[in-house]
């Protein structure tokens, strides 16, 4: 856990960013059937230090910077891991991922409620693959629901329409 503080505050000095790095470990229940449960790190960036401007910045549009950090992060550090000791880092700062969790969570409920109104089908554009996957999980208990994705990246998008009965 301190190796991968160490990295991010390494990384976040190499752009120009002073500030500590505090890692927690979660165990993250399974949610999915062919998801194990596990670790994950969530590393938070420290934003005592930091001006609103670096926050935004670090966040970037859309979470775009923030998302790239995580990827790298989760990159970098589980290289030459074996896929049994591989643990997922998740990057937050001023609560953006508690926040976007429950943007996403409104977002998919509000799809659910007009698919089921309309009986048509809702395209979700600009999520990343993360937040697509976050849907997927939050409506796959939805029996009459269905969700997918459409699209190549950075086109892809999430489909959430009426389940096809057999």
Known sequence: MQSSEQWLQNLLLLIGVST????NLETTPS???DVPAGE?????IEQTNL???????????????????QYLAN???????????????????SGYRARRESEIRTL???????????????ELQSLSSLERRQIHTLL??????????????PYRHLVVRQAVTP
């Open 51 to 69: 001006t609103s401007e670096q926050i935004r910045i670090l966040i970037g549009a859309g979470g775009s910077v923030i998302d790239g950090i």
């Open 140 to 153: 796959q208990e939805c029996s009459d629901l269905e969700t997918f994705s459409r699209g190549k990246e």
């Open 75 to 93: 990159s970098v550090l589980n290289l030459n891991q074996p896929e049994e000791n591989q643990i997922a880092y998740t990057i937050e700062l």
């Open 108 to 122: 998919a409920e509000n799809a659910a409620a007009e698919v089921r109104f309309s009986g048509r089908e809702v």
């Open 40 to 44: 994950s790190y969530w590393l938070t």
């Open 31 to 33: 949610s999915e059937q």
């Open 20 to 23: 500590q790095v505090r890692a």
